[in-house]
């Protein structure tokens, strides 16, 4: 039951849909602190609120956690020129041969060939 509420929870704080959908809560919940401002320091102000702070909490960790697995992960892996996923793109080994002509490192791997050294420039 754990395992699985954990599970639940990790799937959603990996989707970068989760950090959509919780960016357009916040613009609807914005909306009402906006045409609604505190007049007095009396009034209620929806930016001071638990509420509205454990919203911004909660995407703030859903974006550190998203980018700890697609970009920290992925640049591991290209580093290392190790790709574990699908294929970004095939090309033909000519084009290989026109970016060692320019400079750029090539290395063989499992899954095809790391090109390295800079961007690619058309």
Same mark, same amino acid.
């Given at each position: 039951?754990?395992?699985?509420?954990?599970?639940? #929870? =990790?799937?959603?704080?990996?989707?970068?849909?989760?950090?959509?959908?919780?960016? +357009?809560? +916040?613009? $609807? !919940?914005?909306?009402?602190?906006?045409?609604?401002?505190?007049?007095?320091?009396? =009034?209620?102000?929806?930016?001071?609120?638990?509420?509205?702070?454990?919203?911004?909490? $909660?995407?703030?960790?859903? #974006?550190?956690?998203?980018?700890?697995? &697609?970009? +920290?992960?992925?640049?591991?892996?290209? &580093?290392?020129?190790?790709?574990?996923?699908?294929?970004?793109?095939?090309?033909?080994?000519? $084009?290989?041969?026109?970016?060692?002509?320019?400079?750029?490192?090539?290395?063989? #791997? =499992? =899954?095809?060939?790391?090109?390295?050294?800079?961007? !690619? &420039?058309?």
């Amino acid at each position: 039951m754990l395992k699985k509420a954990f599970n639940l #929870i =990790d799937s959603l704080f990996k989707s970068s849909n989760f950090a959509i959908i919780f960016m +357009i809560l +916040i613009g $609807i !919940v914005s909306i009402y602190g906006t045409i609604f401002p505190p007049k007095t320091p009396f =009034d209620f102000n929806l930016y001071k609120t638990p509420f509205f702070i454990s919203l911004l909490f $909660i995407l703030v960790i859903n #974006i550190g956690y998203c980018s700890y697995f &697609r970009i +920290i992960k992925v640049y591991g892996a290209i &580093r290392k020129g190790k790709f574990t996923g699908k294929k970004f793109c095939s090309v033909k080994i000519n $084009i290989l041969e026109s970016f060692q002509k320019k400079g750029f490192k090539i290395r063989k #791997i =499992d =899954d095809g060939y790391v090109v390295s050294k800079g961007f !690619v &420039r058309t």
